[in-house]
Nanobody, 124 residues
Framework: QVQLVESGGGLVQAGESLRLSCSAS????????MGWYSQAPGKQRTLVAT?????????ADSVRGRFTISRDNAKNTVTVHLQMNNLEPEETGVYYC????????????????WGQGTQVTVSS
C-alpha cells in the first residue's frame, strides 16, 4: 500500500477557509486518481472531490464553486490539495485523502489507500 500523509485541518468559523494537503511517495508505485472524502459524526464517508493524474477534477454538488482540488506531481512525491472556502458548520467532520496506486511497470491498478484523516471543525 501507499502511505498518505495529511495536514491542514483545524477549527474555523463559518464562512472562513481551510486548505488540506495530502502527500504520497511515488518511489515504488505510480499514483493515479486522488481524492478527498469527508465523514461527519455518525454518518457515512462521502466523496468531496477527486482529481485525475492529468488534473481533471470532479466535485460533490454541495461544494462545487467553493472548494478547489489541485495536484502537484513532483519527481518522487505527489501532493493533492483541497482549498475549502466559505465553510459551513454542516461540513464539520474528518476529511480523508484517498489515492489509487498502480504498478510502475505495467500500469495495472493495484488498489487504493486512505490517509489517517484530519479533523475539520466549522463553528457557527
Amino acid at each position: 500500500q501507499v502511505q498518505l500523509v495529511e495536514s491542514g485541518g483545524g477549527l474555523v468559523q463559518a464562512g472562513e477557509s481551510l486548505r488540506l494537503s495530502c502527500s504520497a511517495s511515488t518511489r515504488v508505485f505510480r499514483i493515479n486518481d486522488m481524492g478527498w472524502y469527508s465523514q461527519a459524526p455518525g454518518k457515512q464517508r462521502t466523496l468531496v472531490a477527486t482529481i485525475t493524474v492529468d488534473g481533471q477534477s470532479t466535485y460533490a454538488d454541495s461544494v462545487r464553486g467553493r472548494f478547489t482540488i489541485s495536484r502537484d506531481n513532483a519527481k518522487n512525491t505527489v501532493t493533492v490539495h483541497l482549498q475549502m472556502n466559505n465553510l459551513e458548520p454542516e461540513e464539520t467532520g474528518v476529511y480523508y485523502c484517498w489515492a489509487e496506486y498502480r504498478s510502475p511497470t505495467s500500469g495495472a491498478a493495484l488498489g487504493g489507500s486512505w490517509g489517517q484523516g484530519t479533523q475539520v471543525t466549522v463553528s457557527s
